[in-house]
């Protein structure tokens, strides 16, 4: 297990669901303990990614707002 | 002869207790009950659901189709003189000749129309896929029953036939897709009653 | 049967109501109803057309519970539910039909095969084969209303960061978004982002509403998933939100099938707990407009701009004329769509359709000399409508160009040219201004 982001993911331009979706999506392609990192512009992510960990059991390393206008976000797969 | 009209009028019996028993048991099943706030009227719904809401003009489907539909009303029209007739039988006697003759017409073009359907649903590429056996055996059922009524009319040789495909047709009925007979109004108050509600019919500009 | 098996049996039964039984039992196979449907036009083949769609659960039905189909199976095409069937009936009722009721208008008999599709989906969901993202993002929802604390400090600081953009596009320094405003008359609920909150509080802050912005979005996916339980799960958020505050109205953002979630299906949910008024945006912009509380320029979009209806809005929800009414007061040449050569008798009729959107034909000339990037049609909602467009306008060239209702604004929630934008007029008017627009490059992203 590594600290480095095992996928590097662009959500640029997406709007609400399509960041939870291509997660969603993307969570499967890793193993259990690997991290994907992402970046949004959607503000709604905020407040998705973490209601979508919370709902599915992975965990949500990092959430933070870079440069006011995206949004960076850490996701470990759990289970 | 009599016990053939019997036999028909036993079809008929059997046909309508059928409908009865599918209404009663669709009857039975929950209505569900909409409480959200009304947007427009319901009964102006269901009022044109049965009315303006039928008519060829009323919607894409029948003007793009209006041959098919004006079969369809044709073939339609041909069934119900049909049941009519053979209802009547015992009264055939008292008919005036136009009216014998109007009739015999009616049921010459249903029955024609009828087997215009019948051909369509194998020909064309669409109906066949959709057409289940039973389409199949319906449309010629009711189409044998309305020629054999329109002949029955006409010439007393076709009379004893008249009344076994009559005893057929109607036992059938209930039993497979000719029941929609009775659908159709259950089909068309919903519909009423879900447009009406919201207000989408009956509209000036409604939405098709 | 196994467990599967027998949880979407046990759902088809349970929903098996007198609609449900009546569309299953009255339709005549006439096949007429197959050019209704977007995605027979896109695709003319039989598995596209609505009763075939709809057959499919039939044979289900028909196995279970007709006479002569259990006597003589091969007479109705009757048969059990086993897997392959019902990943075939799920795949047909989520990825085959949008449940936008084209074909129940368009038969004689007017058969629901939306409804079927939504039981099917019901199926699907109860036996656990229903497109796990959907259940994913309803659970999601769910958990927001659970507990919201774990966002709502950030959802604050995001609105914090827009009420400055907004008071920067107004030049109003009191302009604002107020969030839980205790007793406020309207309770706004947008999507999740920006796009759907900083337009709709520019307009209401020019009207001097007594609002309020929801902290839940719209979407309802337990109502995509036609899962009761989970929609009203979803619902309940708002509910409880619109009862906490002692709002009087619910205001929806443009989005269809959350306003026909609202308006017609959350009061039979919450019977007695709800009990207000639930409008979309689209109608509350009409009014404002009608009643002068904002002024709008007429000429404001210069090009001509006709209307595609919204199946969720329109069809199903009788908004016609207020979306109308904002356009021919926003846009100088507000046109119908009219017959032409695609083949239908009518286009006139045929143009109330799905997808509330706008599709703005921007000419040639101006796609040439602006030098504007291919124009797409694009929708956010569904992208089915577009299929159904004459297959002339579907051409590139014809740049058809598909925008949101009533304003335009870049990803960002913010007016393109907002730096140009006058500040509200005649009394704080907002003005629709020519410009503040989505561009296409924006609508590529949608
Ligand atoms: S138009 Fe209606 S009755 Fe005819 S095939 Fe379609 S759903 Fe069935
Ligand atoms: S509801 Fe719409 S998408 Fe579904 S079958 Fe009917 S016409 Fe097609």
């Not at chain 1, 709007?15 to 399509?18: A, E, G, N, Q, T």
């Not at chain 3, 109502?223 to 989970?230: I, M, S, T």
């Given at each position: 297990m590594?600290?480095s982001?095992?996928?590097?993911?662009?959500?640029?331009?997406l709007?609400?669901?399509?960041p939870v979706?291509?997660i969603?999506?993307?969570?499967?392609?890793?193993?259990?303990g690997e991290?994907?990192e992402?970046?949004?512009?959607?503000?709604?992510?905020m407040?998705?990614?973490p209601?979508?960990?919370?709902?599915?059991?992975?965990?949500?390393?990092?959430?933070?707002?870079?440069?006011?206008?995206?949004?960076?976000?850490?996701?470990?797969?759990?289970? | 002869m009599l016990?053939?009209q019997?036999?028909?009028?036993?079809?008929?019996a059997?046909?309508?207790?059928?409908?009865y028993l599918?209404?009663?048991?669709?009857?039975?099943?929950a209505?569900p009950?909409?409480?959200?706030?009304v947007?427009?009227?319901i009964s102006h719904?269901?009022?044109?659901?049965f009315?303006t809401?039928?008519?060829p003009?009323?919607k894409?489907?029948?003007?793009?189709?209006l041959i098919?539909?004006?079969r369809?009303?044709?073939?339609?029209?041909g069934?119900f003189a049909?049941?009519?007739t053979v209802?009547?039988?015992?009264?055939?006697?008292?008919?005036?000749?136009?009216?014998?003759?109007?009739?015999?017409?009616v049921?010459?073009?249903?029955?024609?129309?009828g087997?215009?359907?019948?051909?369509m649903?194998?020909?064309?590429h669409?109906?066949?896929?959709?057409?289940l056996p039973?389409d199949?055996?319906a449309?010629?059922?009711?189409t044998?029953?309305?020629a054999?009524t329109?002949?029955g009319?006409?010439n007393?040789?076709f009379?004893?036939?008249?009344?076994l495909v009559?005893?057929?047709?109607f036992t059938?009925?209930p039993l497979?897709?000719?029941?929609?007979?009775l659908?159709?109004?259950?089909s068309?108050t919903?519909?009423?009653?879900?447009?009406?509600?919201?207000?989408?019919f009956p509209?000036?500009?409604a939405?098709q | 049967?196994?467990?599967?098996?027998?949880?979407?049996?046990?759902?088809?039964e349970?929903?098996l109501?007198q609609?449900l039984e009546?569309a299953l039992?009255a339709?005549?196979?006439?096949?007429?109803?197959a050019e209704a449907?977007?995605y027979?036009?896109a695709?003319?083949?039989?598995?596209h057309?609505?009763a075939?769609r709809?057959?499919?659960l039939?044979s289900?039905?028909r196995?279970?519970?007709?006479f002569?189909?259990?006597?003589?199976?091969?007479?109705?095409?009757?048969?059990?539910?086993?897997?392959?069937?019902?990943?075939?009936?799920?795949?047909?009722a989520?990825?085959q039909?949008?449940?936008?009721r084209?074909?129940?208008?368009?038969c004689?008999?007017?058969?629901d095969?939306?409804?079927?599709?939504?039981?099917i989906?019901?199926?699907?969901t109860?036996?656990?084969?229903?497109?796990?993202i959907?259940?994913?993002?309803a659970?999601?929802a769910?958990?927001?209303?659970?507990?919201p604390?774990f966002?709502k400090?950030m959802f604050?600081?995001?609105?914090?960061?827009?009420?400055k953009?907004?008071?920067?596009i107004?030049?109003?320094?009191?302009?604002?978004?107020?969030v839980e405003?205790?007793?406020?008359?309207?309770?706004?609920?947008?999507?999740?982002g920006?796009?759907?909150?900083l337009?709709?509080a520019?307009?209401?802050n020019a009207?001097?509403?007594?609002?309020?912005l929801s902290?839940?979005?719209?979407?309802?996916?337990g109502?995509?998933?036609?899962?009761?339980?989970?929609a009203?799960?979803v619902?309940?958020?708002?509910?409880?939100?619109?009862n906490?505050?002692?709002?009087k109205e619910?205001?929806?953002?443009?989005?269809?099938h959350a306003?026909?979630c609202?308006?017609?299906?959350v009061p039979?949910?919450?019977?007695?707990r709800?009990d207000?008024?639930?409008?979309?945006?689209?109608?509350?912009?009409?009014?404002?407009i009608a009643?002068?509380?904002?002024?709008?320029?007429?000429?404001?979009?210069?090009?001509?701009?006709?209307?595609?209806d919204s199946?969720?809005?329109?069809?199903?929800?009788?908004?016609?004329e207020?979306?109308?009414?904002?356009?021919?007061?926003?846009?100088g040449?507000?046109?119908?769509?009219?017959?032409?050569?695609?083949?239908a008798l009518?286009?006139?009729r045929?143009?109330?359709?799905?997808?509330?959107?706008?599709?703005c034909?921007?000419?040639n000339?101006r796609?040439q000399?602006?030098?504007?990037?291919?124009?797409?049609?694009?929708?956010?909602?569904?992208?089915?409508?577009?299929?159904?467009?004459?297959?002339a306008?579907?051409?590139p060239?014809?740049a058809?160009?598909?925008?949101?209702?009533?304003y335009r604004?870049?990803?960002s929630?913010?007016?393109?040219?907002a730096a140009?934008?006058?500040?509200?007029r005649?009394?704080?008017?907002?003005?629709?201004?020519?410009?503040?627009?989505?561009?296409s490059k924006?609508?590529?992203r949608?």
């Open positions: 590594s600290d982001p095992k996928l590097t993911l662009d959500f640029k331009g709007l609400c669901p399509m979706v291509k969603a999506q993307a969570i499967k392609q890793v193993q259990v991290l994907i992402a970046v949004a512009t959607d503000p709604g992510v407040a998705d990614i209601a979508w960990t919370r709902s599915t059991g992975h965990e949500l390393v990092a959430l933070e707002k870079q440069d006011g206008k995206t949004f960076r976000f850490v996701v470990k797969r759990v289970k | 016990i053939f019997l036999l028909a009028f036993a079809g008929l059997a046909g309508l207790y059928g409908i599918r209404y009663a048991e669709t009857r039975r099943r209505l009950v909409d409480k959200s706030p947007k427009g009227n719904g269901i009022a044109y659901a009315t809401g039928m008519m003009w009323a894409e489907s029948t003007r793009i189709h098919a539909y004006l369809g009303i044709g073939f339609h029209i069934i049909a049941i009519g209802i009547l039988s015992p009264f055939w006697e008292w008919f005036p000749p136009l009216l014998s003759w109007t009739l015999s017409w049921l010459f073009l249903g029955a024609l129309l087997a215009a359907g019948g051909l649903r194998i020909a064309e669409n109906l066949r896929g959709l057409s039973d199949h055996f449309v010629w059922l009711t044998l029953f309305i054999v329109g002949l009319l006409v007393e040789a009379v004893v036939p008249m009344y009559g005893a057929v047709t059938y009925v497979g897709k000719i029941r929609h007979c659908y159709f109004f259950f068309r919903f519909f009423g009653k879900f447009f009406g509600r919201r207000g989408v509209h000036p500009e939405v | 049967m196994t467990e599967t098996i027998e949880l979407a049996l046990k759902a088809l349970a929903q109501n609609p009546t039992e339709c005549a196979r006439c096949g007429i109803c449907c977007h027979y036009r695709e003319p083949r039989v598995e057309i609505p075939h709809a057959e499919q039939r289900v039905y196995y279970e519970h007709d002569l189909s259990r006597m003589f199976p091969v007479w109705t095409r009757a048969e059990k539910l086993d897997e392959t069937t019902l990943a075939n009936l799920t795949e047909i989520f990825s039909c949008t449940l936008c084209r074909c129940t208008v368009n004689p008999l007017g058969v095969t939306p409804l079927m599709m939504r039981a989906r019901a199926m699907a109860a036996a656990g084969t229903a497109p796990e959907l259940v994913m993002l659970d999601a769910i958990e927001k209303g659970n507990d604390s966002y400090e604050l600081e995001q609105i914090a960061d827009m009420e953009q907004l008071r920067e107004t030049g109003d320094e009191n302009a604002g978004i107020p405003k205790q007793g406020a008359k309207i309770l706004y609920v947008p999507l999740a920006a796009h759907t909150i337009p709709p520019v307009v209401f009207a001097k509403e007594d609002w309020t902290i839940f979005e719209a979407s309802n996916y109502v995509f998933l036609a899962d009761v339980n989970r009203r799960q619902a309940k958020r708002i509910v409880d939100e619109a906490r505050l002692g709002v619910i205001v929806i953002s443009e989005c269809g306003y026909a609202y308006r017609w299906d039979n949910w919450f019977a007695g709800f207000f008024k639930v409008r979309s945006l689209i109608e509350v912009l009409a009014e404002y009643e002068g509380k904002i002024k709008v320029d007429p000429t404001g979009i210069p090009e001509s701009v006709t209307y595609h199946c969720n809005l329109a069809r199903n929800g009788g908004l016609l207020e979306p109308r009414y904002v356009l021919k007061n926003i846009v040449d507000f046109r119908e769509m009219t017959p032409n050569k695609a083949g009518s286009l006139r045929r143009r109330r359709d799905r997808c509330a959107r706008r599709i034909r921007t000419k000339r796609r000399t602006q030098g504007g990037p291919n124009q797409k049609h694009r929708c956010a909602g569904g992208r089915c409508c577009v299929r159904e467009l004459p297959p306008d579907r051409r060239e014809r058809l160009q598909l925008e949101r209702p009533c604004t870049d990803g929630g913010r007016p393109r040219d140009a934008q006058t500040p509200a005649g009394g704080g008017g907002a003005s629709f201004r020519r410009g503040t627009g989505w561009n924006d609508l590529g949608v």
